[in-house]
């Protein structure tokens, strides 16, 4: 029996990580079920937040990292630049709900090996977990072009040069602001206060020299950010 698949899940939500454990175990199960053999994947440890993401990383040292793109504390990026240079037998597979092409760019570019939407199913995600800790990239179909297209056209460097000069907060908010989101709104959706998404909306119209949320929400559409 081979050693099974070392695992570190990240997301901020309980009742979804118990849903992956769930369906990877499932998925697992029955592919060694096929091959005569069991194909395990062990998770070795979980994080809800940045900070603590860092830390179970470093601690397990895990052969794969199943990480969310937006946490408290600074997000999925924050957690591959704090890891992946020191630790680069681990491999990071992102897994969120966002196909937002400067979400699935800036990862990659982070250090990721693959993103997947949390449409995903068990059986392909066991697969593509197989498959980064073989050392391939694995995408989500439409993902893949994203990636494809922006690193052949080259267009993806000035995006993020731009994108870079916002923190991962307000890159928060710019998102929902792009997608007509009114700031109680964004308020409710980030837990924090009204006036604190105000201060990151200025923030950001700053730093990409913009005047308003009209010609902000034209910026983000023309990036497919919303």
Known sequence: MSDPI???????????????????????????AQA????????????????????????????VVLLDVHLPGGGGVEVLRQTA????????????????AEDVIAVIRAGARGYVTKSI??????????????????????????????FASGGAAARDEELDRLTPREREVLRFIA??????????????????VETHVSSVLRKLQLSNRRELTRWASDRRLA
């Open 85 to 100: 240079p020191a630790l680069p037998d681990v491999r990071f597979l992102a897994l969120s709900v966002s196909d937002a």
């Open 121 to 150: 199913s068990g059986a392909e995600l066991a697969d593509a977990v197989r498959r980064v800790a073989d050392g391939d990239a694995f995408f989500s179909p439409r993902l893949a072009g994203f990636v494809l297209d922006a």
């Open 36 to 63: 005569g053999a069991p194909i395990e994947i062990e998770i070795v440890g979980e994080a809800d937040e940045t900070a603590r993401a860092v830390e179970v990383i470093a601690a397990t040292r895990p052969q």
């Open 179 to 196: 997608r007509g989101y009114a700031y109680k709104e964004v308020a409710r959706e980030l837990v924090i206060s009204i006036k604190t």
């Open 6 to 32: 070392t695992v570190v899940l990240v997301d901020d939500h309980q009742m979804f990580r118990a849903g992956v454990r769930t369906e990877l175990h499932r998925a697992a199960k029955a592919a060694g």
